[in-house]
T-cell receptor, first 114, second 114 residues
Framework: ETGVTQSPTHLIKTRGQQVTLRCSSQ?????VSWYQQALGQGPQFIFQ???????GRGNFPPRFSGLQFPNYSSELNVNALELDDSALYLC?????????????FGEGSRLTVL | AQSVTQLDSQVPVFEEAPVELRCNYS??????LFWYVQYPNQGLQLLLK??????LVKSINGFEAEFNKSQTSFHLRKPSVHISDTAEYFC????????????FGTGTRLQVTL
């Protein structure tokens, strides 16, 4: 059983650019959530996808968008990057419906915006 | 909306000493509570959770936490820590209706030394 994998692990962008982060969920998990973890902070909920539909969104602007594919993998896209977008982006998958609340996290993609 | 407060950003402790990491939450609805651990350069892993039933929950590696509804707390304890327990610990809360959408605290860095 493979765990949650994310790519790329590290990347550097400049202000105004766009970035796409990718996530493969754990086998059997159809719910994927994305979190932003700024340095020294706890993860903050960006949004969740369930069966290819957005299923809840945190307090993030529309330039943060996502997709979920039929195989339950997911992408996070961020447009018009700002310096404050520098953070570790965590993807987490969960069991169908996520009823137990247990999230399985990947190791994250560390984004640096210069 | 929920919020989580972890008052201690760092907790230094000697090996084999007891430790308590404090967590208080705020919510207007029924909640689920979680402790996640993050080892250096790794994603978050679930340590233990409270969904319902007994208010005292335990992990396989000796940690325990008690849900106290009147005090809105979910403190994490271990009677005797090991060097390998050095990590960042995050308390998280979700409403029972949206179990997989977590609100995290800012984390407590547990530093165990000889």
């Amino acid at each position: 059983e493979t765990g949650v994998t994310q790519s790329p692990t590290h990347l550097i962008k400049t202000r105004g650019q766009q970035v796409t982060l990718r996530c493969s969920s754990q086998s059997g998990h159809n719910t994927v959530s994305w979190y932003q973890q700024a340095l020294g902070q706890g993860p903050q909920f960006i949004f969740q996808y369930y069966r290819e539909e957005e299923n809840g969104r945190g307090n993030f602007p529309p330039r943060f968008s996502g997709l979920q594919f039929p195989n339950y993998s997911s992408e996070l896209n961020v447009n018009a990057l700002e310096l404050d977008d520098s953070a570790l982006y965590l993807c987490a998958s969960s069991l169908p419906g996520g009823a137990t609340g247990e999230l399985f996290f990947g190791e994250g993609s560390r984004l640096t915006v210069l | 909306a929920q919020s989580v407060t972890q008052l201690d950003s760092q907790v230094p402790v000697f090996e084999e000493a007891p430790v308590e990491l404090r967590c208080n939450y705020s919510s207007s609805v029924s909640v689920y509570l979680f402790w996640y651990v993050q080892y250096p350069n790794q994603g978050l892993q679930l340590l233990l959770k409270y969904l319902s039933g007994s208010t005292l929950v335990k992990s396989i590696n000796g940690f325990e936490a008690e849900f106290n509804k009147s005090q809105t707390s979910f403190h994490l304890r271990k009677p005797s820590v090991h060097i390998s327990d050095t990590a960042e610990y995050f308390c998280a809360v979700s409403s029972t209706g949206t179990a997989s959408k977590l609100t995290f605290g800012t984390g407590t860095r547990l530093q165990v030394t000889l």
